[in-house]
């Protein structure tokens, strides 16, 4: 099985969450109420480092990355997305 490996900065309460981008396309559409994402390969893992970054252990919650349309990897016919991160309460 092949493995794809992707690396982020760690979180610098200083600068916020960094995710580097390879400058691929995404597109986010709302059809029936459903959230659909598409995206080339490099948009994809774009997402995924966003992902990551907001994953990172020192990220507060409500760490959160904004995406408009035609801004990287948003293509400009495409749905804002924000990413956030939020730590569910422990469970007893």
Do not use: Q
Request: proline share 11%.
């Amino acid at each position: 099985m092949t493995e794809i490996s992707l690396s982020v900065p760690a979180y610098d309460p200083a600068i916020g969450v960094v995710a580097p981008a390879e400058g691929g396309t995404v597109t986010v559409e709302i059809v029936n109420g459903s959230v659909e994402i598409f995206g080339d390969p490099a948009g994809l893992r774009d997402l995924a480092r966003m992902c990551l970054a907001l994953a990172d252990p020192r990220a507060p919650d409500g760490a959160h990355i904004h995406l408009d349309p035609g801004i990287n990897p948003l293509d400009l016919g495409s749905a804002s997305l924000m990413l956030a991160r939020h730590t569910a309460p422990s469970k007893p």
